[in-house]
């Protein structure tokens, strides 16, 4: 569905949906845009996904606007409803901060809330019709638009470098730097306490260090790439199904090309999306019952791409709904792991 | 899946993003939750305080409410008693004055028919010696008989 005259085959569709916008030093020394994935990977690593660092910070400013208009007004009468929806996810974190945090931090709390805020509406893109945005962006010239960050592994390990950074910030801020060094070397196997000959301490020493530090760096690894993972995943199965759509307009909705041709002009979509959403309005107005409605949909959305259409639809819906669990609890794990993680970071063991 | 330098500028928005929501986010909405978790409990607790009260208010009328029905009882006993007094004060009254008025009647009686006796008895007097002398015109003296008109005068 993006560029060139001809539609694009099924891998095609799929790569183009899972490439970034990249901006980098062409290979011959030019800064610019790539086109492709070729040419992104020739970029090198001193390369941005433009994409990606644009839908954060805005999604990053959406969360920081909404809750300072809460918290410029806030006060202690009775809240507005929408303060009171803000305030209600402040305390969940902040009671969540306060069962898994053993220690006094100022840094923690609003770190966990901005986690959790941030990475939700990150993930929460992945609702959005994978095609939407991605052809707004082609309609204005940008051939490539990856629209949820949290399915780009650079902005997954990105936030968990950062806790990364913080962990060993906390490490040693809690435990010095010998307490830091020293976990990492006298655990889990302590020499002197097993009494062993001096001899062969450097050797336990170091045995316990590479243990010590892949579980330390298996910390932001498995932290960034289990988010990733599952949009990742959950953003492949859309495009999956949106294929499906695709394929319905060529194979059952036959009857379509035979009216237009081979290619289904984009006002006749546009009309078929205003019907539908005139039919929900309607229904929402009160102006239709929910049977009518019901039959209203389904032949329409049969009118425009056959059983195909109407059965990838009804996918969408379902695996849309299922998504909603997986992307609020991938958020509110990456925030748990990172009070977790912390509060290890502060503790003796 | 290719990494590049979107990680660092990524790691820097989630620094500076952290900092916004400690420095602007975090401390104003915690305040106002505590704020307002400190006045429900001093609301609950002046809740508490006011039911008390009005529990005690309310022993305090029901002992008044008490109270002034001993009182009512009391003074309608006393207006039943004064009733009856006033009561029997009237029949006496009442008694009393039938008996003057009936003594008064009789009374009356007494002297109208005394004094019609005497009117009786002084104008039988004069028809007798009218009737007598027109009888004994000629032959009584009144001068002569006059003893004997007394004494007929007398037994009348």
């Known amino acids: 569905m993006s560029s060139g005259s001809e539609a694009p085959t099924s891998g095609e569709y799929i790569q183009h949906h899972l490439q970034n916008l990249t901006f980098g030093q062409h290979p011959d020394g030019t800064w610019g845009i790539a086109h492709g994935a070729q040419e992104a990977a020739a970029m090198g690593f001193w390369s941005f996904h433009v994409d990606t660092l644009a839908w954060s910070l805005f999604l990053g400013l959406a969360f920081f606007m909404m809750f300072r208009s809460v918290a410029k007004k806030a006060n202690s009468g009775v809240p507005s409803r929408f303060q009171a929806a803000i305030e209600f996810i402040v305390e969940f974190v902040d009671t969540s901060v306060k069962e898994s945090f053993h220690g006094t931090s100022r840094l923690i709390a609003p770190l966990a809330l901005t986690l959790f805020v941030w990475i939700f509406f990150m993930n929460l893109m992945d609702l959005l019709p994978v095609d939407w945005l991605p052809w707004v962006a082609t309609s204005a010239g940008i051939s490539y638009q990856k629209i949820v960050p949290t399915t780009d592994v650079n902005a997954t390990l990105g936030m968990a470098i950062a806790v990364f950074v913080l962990i060993i910030i906390y490490s040693i801020r809690y435990k010095g730097v010998s307490g830091f060094l020293g976990e990492l070397v006298f655990n889990p196997l302590n020499p002197k306490e097993l009494g062993m000959p001096k001899v062969v301490w450097p050797l336990v020493m170091a045995f316990n260090f590479i243990l010590e530090i892949v579980s330390l760096l298996a910390k932001p690894v498995s932290l960034g790439l289990r988010l990733f993972g599952n949009m990742y995943a959950g953003e492949l199965i859309f495009i999956l199904i949106a294929l499906i759509f695709a394929a319905g307009s060529g194979f059952v909705g036959a009857g379509l090309s035979s009216i237009f041709g081979e290619h289904i002009p984009a006002w006749f979509w546009i009309a078929a999306t205003v019907a539908v959403f005139a039919t929900l309005w309607l229904n929402l107005k009160g102006k239709l019952d929910n049977k009518k409605t019901l039959w209203l949909l389904l032949a329409e959305l049969l009118l425009v791409g056959g059983l195909a259409f109407l059965g990838g639809q009804l996918m969408h819906f379902g695996w849309a709904v299922f998504h909603i669990i997986i992307i609020t609890l991938q958020a509110f794990i990456f925030m748990m792991l990172t009070i977790v993680y912390l509060s290890m970071a502060t503790e003796h063991h | ?156």
Not at chain 2, 92 to 97: G, P, Q
């Open chain 2, 1 to 156: 899946m290719n990494m590049n330098a979107t990680l660092i500028l990524q790691s820097i928005a989630m620094m500076v993003f952290v900092w916004f929501c400690m420095k602007f986010l975090w401390p104003p909405l915690l305040k106002a939750m505590d704020e307002r978790r400190a006045k429900i409990a001093d609301g609950l607790a002046a809740s508490d305080r006011a039911e008390k009260a009005l529990a005690e208010a309310n022993q305090e009328v029901e002992q008044q409410i008490k109270e002034a029905r001993d009182k009512a009882g009391e003074i309608v006993e006393q207006a039943n008693q004064r009733h009856g007094q006033i009561l029997d004060q009237a029949k006496d009254d009442a008694v009393d004055e039938r008996q003057r008025q009936v003594a008064a009647g009789e009374a009356e009686i007494t002297q109208s028919a005394n004094q019609a006796r005497e009117e009786l008895r002084a104008t039988v007097a004069s028809l007798a010696v009218l009737g007598a002398r027109q009888i004994l015109e000629r032959e009584v003296d009144e001068k002569t008989h006059r003893e004997l008109l007394d004494k007929l005068i007398a037994e009348i």
